[in-house]
């Protein structure tokens, strides 16, 4: 109730239905057609992940954004991977959820990189996957070399300045990433560069690896 009033107080923004659980939800977006999806995590009948992941593999998907108590459950990192755009806490703040409900809409990841590392932390294993470590291959130096400094939590500008590049062309070598690796954004860019070993867990945010 409390997020459907600071939402539906926006002229911009208008709730356009309600579910009780992942199945319900599933049903009332396929039938709504919304742009933006505020998923739980625990549910009854279908849990917040078996529906993000559902969901985002349906044509033209909704943008769906967690919402977590944020002490990062291994539920929210799933639906990381399942191709959530980040995270919403349920305690937050009327100003903030406005915040970050529009810059979802926009196309932007609603994750700190701090957040994310520790995600990574916690749910990744230790050992990258063959096929990962594989795909890796599909880059160029230098592209990897921007995959390695966005997963350490630089902007693009920071990554500008660092490869003495210009901002432009650091996006468009994090564009070729995504593109390449099939990944859906930052977020998953992130955490394809732990889970191939790129870069490992304890680097340092801007660290280079010998």
């Known amino acids: ?15 356009v239905g309600e579910a ?6 599933l049903e009332r977006s396929a039938e709504l ?18 529906a993000t992941r559902e969901l985002c593999a349906r044509p ?6 967690v919402v977590t108590t944020f002490d990062l459950d291994e539920y929210a990192y799933g639906a990381l991977r399942a191709g959530a755009s980040g995270f919403l806490v349920k305690d ?7 915040v970050t409900v529009r810059a979802v809409l ?7 990189p ?8 916690r749910y990744v294993l230790p050992s990258a996957p063959a096929a990962e470590r594989g795909r890796l291959a599909r880059l160029t130096d230098r592209e990897r ?3 390695a400094l966005v997963a350490r939590g630089l902007s693009n500008t920071e990554i500008a300045a660092r490869l003495f590049l210009g901002e432009t062309t650091v996006k468009t070598h994090l564009g070729r990433v995504l593109g390449k690796l099939d990944l859906r954004d930052r977020v998953h860019a992130v955490i394809f560069a732990y889970e191939s070993g790129l870069v490992r867990v304890g680097d340092r945010p801007g660290a280079d690896r010998g």
């Open 60 to 65: 033209s998907p909704p943008k769906v954004l």
């Open 106 to 112: 926009r196309g932007d990841v609603m994750m700190a």
């Open 1 to 15: 109730m409390g997020l459907r009033m600071v939402l539906d107080s926006q002229p911009d923004l208008t709730v």
């Open 92 to 98: 937050a703040l009327g100003e903030e959820i406005l």
């Open 114 to 121: 701090s957040a994310l590392r520790r995600l990574v932390e």
């Open 145 to 147: 070399d921007v995959l």
């Open 33 to 50: 057609r919304p742009d933006l999806v505020l998923m739980d995590v625990r549910m009854p009948e279908v849990d917040g992940l078996a």
């Open 20 to 25: 009780a659980d992942g199945r319900a939800a």
